[in-house]
């Protein structure tokens, strides 16, 4: 093989995505289309000079690589007969140079994708081709958001279109309403995991049909339900026309369980009894929820669903009524809507939350699907989510691990291979902790060069540096922090202990009071007192995602509880020695010990029916200045002899070496197998 064909085959597989030396190299070839294009190997690739390819160091550096990635691709299972498994979710977050994800969901399905590839699983996902994504950010001159939506060219990324036998594209039809449509698939590879993407834009459907795919999370519940069959139902065909027989059948959300009711109309067609039936797809289903606020359920009026099911009605022969029936608590109830929600954990033989408390307000909120049960007999358990360790974990830091502790991020591991930071120096930990902030400072200052909100960062390197990237949904709070506001204000402006704090994050396109929530930070941002060192990036992407996680000393999370199902960014965090300062709601009550963080607020109690938004707002605000002015603010600043600050530092080895394994996506994975996918676990 030319040097040029391995980098083609290397291209082609996302594995270089979670390979620090695979990236550097293809950036390498030609750096500024590389950045372009949003860190695209294929860009680079297609642009580099043959002088720069006939380099020897460059060739030894492709050899180096390319083996790497042979010897991945080759290696054994790390799970002894883990059962066969297709796992659905409407959106990915695999690298920021392919847009198919609109937040914390997709991210996670990407890295358990990606952890599902390390533990060589046998292991097949389904999702969208979404040809114009969520939506890229900019900004008015009032700061007010604005969306745009480039299109994805498959010729410049790697995706490949599914055909038969190397002929016409493969397709499968799939009844929206009363129009039979036809779905077509596009075939990502990331490791050894294939990503099946499908796609109504193409000329075999009517023009008026073609833009299903093509977008996340927009339109209204008419589009939404019909691009919803089209996942779970074309997805279902899609997997068997290409000879796909798993042993379990995971939703991963709402939004995609029309596949349980495709298995169903299989085993009816294969003559099951309905019961028998439904027996069948319940015992080879698993569902996982995540949704902790009722509305948020995906849901459809009933006139909705009936009309967009008649084509699938006639191919299951069951009755309108018994059909919604799979999606209400109560079926005759017949004003109750069609909840995805219930029609997973009606099919399912299994179901989970993200997070231990995520798993009791799901019971919460099901419990009346189990009249017959208390409410910890619902049977709705927790997998609390982890990260895709090498995704997110900086090259540098890469670097420093391979220095001080034996641990290969996509090998097999122990929760004690990280135990030797401990063994580290102050002076060691702190030097690579204000590399880390240096590196992000660097970043941003050049990042916001190219963005239409316009900053005038004034940042030190050396200042407290606190993050808050997420989707600005508003039970997320991003301004709480400017709630009293000259509380803030003195905090900004105590130039003996300066902090400095970067916002990144996008509000939906409908989601109005989100924008207001952005454009307050903006003027904030521009206010006296603050300017300079409250920065907004535009653009949340996994690049600045990474940058940000990485390089934070302490990283804010402020959800009205219980809101936040988990949320992973303060995971990524921590495996980069940075600190969480966090309302104690998804993944922190878990993670927290009182020596590797901050909590915000009280302790869950386990009731959350009932508290006045306005209160919790008030009372975690004051948590939040109080946490900062005596414990953050303080713990960061007061230097030993050797300008150290040590109760930091180590609060970081607690941090550091507790956190990344029982947060990374290969323990979430492992227990998906062992209590999810195998048989009576
Ligand atoms: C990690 C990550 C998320 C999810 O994290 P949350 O804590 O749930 O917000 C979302 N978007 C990006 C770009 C991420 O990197």
Redo the contacts with the bound molecule.
Sequence with gaps: MTPRDKLESIAINLWWSWDPEARSLFRRLNPEVFRAANNNPQAALATAKEAVLEDPAVQDEIDSVYARYRDYMERDPQVEDAPETAYFCMEY?LHESLSL?S??L???AGDHAKAASDLGLPFTAIGLFLREGYFRQSFNANGWQESTYPVLDPAKHPVSLVSEGGGDPLTVPVHVGTHKLQVRAWKVALGHTDLYLLDTDFDANPEKHRPLTRRLYQGGNYERIRQELVLGIGGLRMLRALGGEPDVYHANEGHCAFLMLELLRERLEAGDELEAAEEWVRDHSVFTTHTPVMAGHDHFKPDLFTEAMAGFRDQIHLSNHDLLGYGRVHPEDHEETFTMTVLGLKLSRAANGVSKLNGHVARQQWQDLYPDRSLDEVPIDSITNG?HLPT?TAGPTRDFLADHIDVDLTQSQDPDDWDGLADLSDETLWNYRCMLRERLVDYVEAKVQEQSLPMNPDLDPEALTIGF???FATYKRAPLIFRDRERARALFADADRPIQLLYAGKAHPADDAGKRFIQRIYEISQAEGFEGKVIFLEG???E???ML?SGCDIWL?NPRRPL?A?????Q?VAAHGGLNLSVLDGWWPEGYNGRNGWAIGPEPTGDYGEADPEVQDEQDAASLYQQLEEGVIPTFYDRDADGLPADWIDMMREAMTGLPAPFSAKRMVRDYVEEMYRHGG
């Design positions: 977050g994800y937040g914390g997709g991210v996670l990260v997110w990237a997420r989707r949340y992407d996994m600045i995602g990474r996680t999370n936040e988990s949320g992973t960014s303060g990524k």
